[in-house]
């Protein structure tokens, strides 16, 4: 099953805007990641929170973990074209599970 | 260095046919994994080394995928008699070593697979 769950699942705004995307999850975890996805292909890493930690911030990303509600948000801030991607975000393998576990996404489709 | 390469890009096999898809880590990265994104789903976990460490192979659809990593650094996942079910994009990702909890995975770009 799936442990992060990230809405909305599809996401349009203008560039410039602030565009936020939450996950959701079902089991504690030590940490949590958010990775893009362009066109179908290979992830890219964004960023990483600590089950200690409640914000991160790397450039325009923002990222909050609150694991009283199990759940996180990433905000791009001031949005441009090349951020139209897929946003997953992933946990530490809940359960036990040996690798990540990934939720379905969020296609963000920044209109120019 | 270079980044998690995956061969091929693409490939199209006709249904029953067996499939090898191919994983160079980044150098020095003794954990490898593999996952798999099926049309419009998240990424599945199913299987990771951890240097030559014999898998967990519990997380394999079935008993028609294996997978093996030589020398502790190139892996291949193959797929015996493929079904149109096992069309998917297959993700290769590599980590300094396999840690709990995980750190950061580096993804290569994937192999699209279609079987018809």
């Known amino acids: 099953s799936q442990q992060g769950e990230e809405d909305p699942q599809a996401l349009s705004i203008q560039e410039g805007e602030n565009a936020t995307m939450n996950c959701s999850y079902k089991?504690?975890?030590?940490?949590l990641q958010w990775y893009r996805q362009n066109s179908g292909r290979g992830l890219v890493h964004l960023i990483l929170i600590r089950s200690n930690e409640r914000e991160k911030h790397s450039g325009r990303l923002r990222v909050t973990l609150d694991t009283s509600k199990k759940s996180s948000s990433l905000l791009i801030t001031a949005s441009r074209a090349a951020d139209t991607a897929s946003y997953f975000c992933a946990t530490d393998g809940g359960g036990g599970a040996d690798g990540l576990t990934f939720g379905k996404g969020t296609h963000l489709i920044i209109q120019p | 260095g270079a980044g998690v390469s995956q061969s091929p890009s693409n490939k199209v096999t006709e249904k029953g046919k067996d499939v090898e898809l191919r994983c160079d880590p980044i150098s020095g990265h003794t954990a490898l994994y593999w996952y798999r994104q099926s049309l419009g789903q998240g990424l599945e976990f199913l299987i990771y080394?951890?240097?030559?460490?014999?898998?967990?192979k519990s997380g394999l659809p079935s008993d028609r995928f294996s997978a093996e990593r030589t020398g502790g650094s190139v892996s291949t996942l193959t797929i015996q008699r493929t079904q149109q079910e096992d069309s998917a994009v297959y993700l290769c990702?590599?980590?300094?070593?396999?840690?709990?909890?995980?750190?950061?995975?580096?993804f290569g770009p994937g192999t699209r697979l279609l079987v018809l």
């Open positions: 990702a590599s980590s300094l070593a396999w840690t709990k909890p995980q750190e950061t995975q580096y």
């Open positions: 089991t504690s975890i030590n940490n």
């Open positions: 080394f951890q240097g030559n460490s014999a898998p967990d």
